[in-house]
């Protein structure tokens, strides 16, 4: 009996089809994957392949941005109905009212967008370049949106006066100060390294500050033997695989169920009858490809 990896390497060759994987999907996904990596690795992952067929496991967005990157090429979404929560929380509607209103600002936007929403944008920026990117900007008038918590971490950083959208992941959101204070309790020793997108005052509490790949890096070089981690589960899996002898705590309610819903088994349905093709219009691919390019460019 043929099992569900070796059917998905199988198809996997004979489509010349690509597996990305963010770090917060299923072990099991992880480990079906030719790159597994943050938001930037794999948008430039997307960008830079020859393969015909991009199977991105991760939510929606992802699979929009690998499209933009990658107009010619085929990319499938496993599940195409895992949306990013904060996503949801600014519409291309919205950023079309918010120009009428306000001329003269420019928008930066996180990647956790739709290819909607994008389009209105005139930069994006991922968890790990959003410092680079505000400072690259020398605007007077700037909108972040839609992570307040990333947008106000980066107007602290840089010193730049920003205009925060009310957009937040509520993953990270729910992350508070007592449930840190009491994991420093639990291990008194461990480092703490957190994501961008948690709240101001979880960040004064961490030794670090960095996107999922970032804190991936950052466990491999620090000295210490045990860190708090301050973002979603699914990144324990690559921590720990990655980091023999080492141990890593999570805030144990920090789960995005929709990173969780590809699977092996939509992998191979998604490579064997082509279901969850990402279709957008050429008015989207065209307009919405710009701030994502100049983001890649300055990277
Ligand atoms: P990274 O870009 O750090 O991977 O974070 C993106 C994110 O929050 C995906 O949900
Ligand atoms: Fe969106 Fe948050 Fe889930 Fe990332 S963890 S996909 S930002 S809801």
Same mark, same amino acid.
Not at 8 to 24: C, D, F, M, P, T
Not at 36 to 60: Q, Y
Not at 134 to 151: A, Y
Not at 275 to 294: C, F, H, Y
């Given at each position: 009996?043929?099992?569900?990896?070796?059917?998905?390497? *199988?198809?996997?060759?004979?489509? #010349?089809?690509?597996?990305?994987?963010?770090? /917060?999907?299923?072990?099991?996904?992880?480990?079906?994957?030719? /790159?597994? %990596?943050?938001? $930037?690795?794999?948008?430039?992952?997307?960008?830079?392949?020859?393969?015909?067929?991009?199977?991105?496991?991760?939510?929606?967005?992802? %699979?929009?941005?690998?499209?933009? $990157?990658?107009?010619?090429?085929?990319?499938?979404?496993?599940?195409?109905?895992?949306?990013?929560?904060?996503?949801?929380?600014?519409? %291309?509607?919205?950023?079309?009212?918010?120009?009428?209103?306000?001329?003269?600002? $420019?928008?930066?936007?996180?990647?956790?967008?739709?290819?909607?929403?994008?389009?209105?944008?005139?930069?994006?920026?991922?968890?790990?370049?959003? =410092?680079?990117?505000?400072?690259?900007?020398?605007?007077?008038?700037?909108?972040?949106?839609?992570?307040?918590?990333?947008?106000? /971490?980066?107007?602290? =950083?840089?010193?730049? #006066?920003?205009?925060?959208?009310? %957009?937040?992941?509520?993953?990270?959101?729910?992350?508070?100060?007592?449930?840190? #204070?009491?994991?420093?309790?639990?291990?008194? *020793?461990?480092?703490? $390294?957190?994501?961008?997108?948690?709240?101001?005052?979880?960040?004064?509490?961490?030794?670090?500050?960095?996107?999922?790949?970032?804190?991936?890096?950052?466990?491999?070089?620090? #000295?210490?033997?045990?860190?708090?981690?301050?973002?979603?589960?699914?990144?324990? /899996?690559?921590?720990?695989?990655?980091?023999?002898?080492?141990?890593?705590?999570?805030?144990?309610?920090?789960?995005?169920?929709?990173?969780?819903?590809?699977?092996?088994?939509?992998?191979? *349905?998604?490579?064997?009858?082509?279901?969850?093709?990402?279709?957008?219009? *050429?008015?989207?691919?065209?307009?919405?490809?710009?701030?994502?390019?100049?983001?890649?460019?300055?990277?």
């Amino acid at each position: 009996m043929v099992s569900v990896a070796e059917r998905i390497q *199988r198809l996997k060759k004979e489509k #010349n089809a690509v597996i990305l994987a963010h770090n /917060y999907t299923l072990p099991e996904v992880q480990d079906l994957a030719d /790159y597994v %990596g943050d938001s $930037l690795g794999l948008s430039m992952e997307a960008s830079k392949t020859d393969a015909d067929i991009i199977v991105f496991c991760g939510v929606s967005f992802m %699979g929009e941005t690998a499209k933009i $990157l990658s107009p010619n090429k085929t990319v499938l979404l496993p599940e195409p109905d895992a949306h990013c929560a904060m996503a949801a929380m600014c519409t %291309g509607d919205q950023l079309r009212d918010f120009k009428e209103c306000n001329p003269g600002f $420019l928008i930066i936007g996180y990647v956790n967008s739709s290819a909607e929403a994008k389009k209105e944008m005139d930069i994006c920026c991922t968890s790990s370049n959003a =410092v680079k990117i505000v400072e690259s900007v020398k605007w007077n008038d700037i909108l972040f949106v839609p992570d307040k918590n990333l947008g106000a /971490y980066a107007s602290s =950083v840089t010193g730049v #006066n920003i205009r925060l959208w009310d %957009g937040f992941c509520p993953i990270h959101q729910g992350i508070t100060v007592s449930q840190v #204070n009491s994991l420093k309790k639990k291990h008194p *020793r461990a480092l703490i $390294l957190a994501h961008p997108e948690c709240r101001a005052e979880v960040l004064e509490l961490a030794d670090h500050v960095g996107s999922t790949e970032a804190i991936l890096k950052m466990s491999k070089t620090l #000295n210490e033997k045990e860190f708090i981690i301050l973002t979603e589960v699914g990144m324990k /899996y690559r921590l720990e695989k990655e980091n023999p002898g080492k141990m890593f705590f999570f805030p144990e309610s920090a789960v995005c169920t929709t990173m969780k819903m590809p699977s092996p088994e939509s992998i191979l *349905r998604a490579l064997e009858h082509g279901t969850g093709e990402v279709i957008l219009s *050429r008015d989207i691919l065209e307009k919405a490809r710009n701030p994502v390019q100049k983001m890649i460019d300055i990277k």
